[in-house]
T-cell receptor, first 115, second 114 residues
Framework: EDQVTQSPEALRLQEGESSSLNCSYTVSGLRGLFWYRQDPGKGPEFLFTLYSAGEEKEKERLKATLTKKESFLHITAPKPEDSATYLCAVQAPWGYGGSQGNLIFGKGTKLSVKP | DSGVTQTPKHLITATGQRVTLRCSPRSGDLSVYWYQQSLDQGLQFLIHYYNGEERAKGNILERFSAQQFPDLHSELNLSSLELGDSALYFC?????????????FGPGTRLTVL
């Protein structure tokens, strides 16, 4: 069964303390890996899409990287406003289990950044 | 603002009842996906519609059904509600199907079954 595993489940950082979040996946035939940010009670907010191993994308203090079996979300010098749950998702292979594009989500990493 | 709208924002109802959740996709998006988010399960795919046709089903109970209308808005119908159906329900839309294009999520409907 395809799985997406995120670690750690929760991460507490001091403001300015850089760190990384991990997302490992077992789906074969990856069509895309997505990172979302979710604030409590809100809908997931799109951050990045990665398509192939070696690809990197950056946005402000966030940088996402992709290898053949995992992705990292690096957070550089985080601020309290970066506190949120970060979700990783992979797009199910076409036709796999009838899939036509739905996302398979990990359970997320809850990030808290203290001032 | 993702451009995806969902109504209502909150819904409180009793066991055994039936409710309808509504989703309007972003302008131009033909695909609508429904997801359920509960505390212990995370985000789970329920069902996918593309241009009015059902394309895929995920972990959707038989008590749940959905449809997409000619104007592309979608409704998720939940019947014979149980306590365990309490969750956040999100819809997401994307331009097409078959490409790894991004899905934009709505703000969600929080369903509480008492």
């Amino acid at each position: 069964e395809d799985q997406v595993t995120q670690s750690p489940e929760a991460l507490r950082l001091q403001e300015g303390e850089s760190s990384s979040l991990n997302c490992s996946y077992t789906v074969s035939g990856l069509r895309g890996l997505f990172w979302y940010r979710q604030d409590p009670g809100k809908g997931p907010e799109f951050l990045f899409t990665l398509y192939s191993a070696g690809e990197e994308k950056e946005k402000e203090r966030l940088k996402a990287t992709l290898t053949k079996k995992e992705s990292f979300l690096h957070i550089t010098a985080p601020k309290p406003e970066d506190s949120a749950t970060y979700l990783c998702a992979v797009q199910a292979p076409w036709g796999y289990g009838g899939s036509q594009g739905n996302l398979i989500f990990g359970k997320g990493t809850k990030l808290s950044v203290k001032p | 603002d993702s451009g995806v709208t969902q109504t209502p924002k909150h819904l409180i109802t009793a066991t055994g009842q039936r409710v309808t959740l509504r989703c309007s996709p972003r302008s131009g998006d033909l695909s609508v996906y429904w997801y359920q988010q509960s505390l212990d399960q995370g985000l789970q795919f329920l069902i996918h519609y593309y241009n009015g046709e059902e394309r895929a089903k995920g972990n959707i109970l038989e008590r749940f059904s959905a449809q997409q209308f000619p104007d592309l808005h979608s409704e998720l119908n939940l019947s014979s509600l149980e306590l365990g159906d309490s969750a956040l329900y999100f819809c997401a839309s994307s331009v097409s199907v078959g490409r790894a294009d991004m899905q934009y999520f709505g703000p969600g409907t929080r369903l509480t079954v008492l």
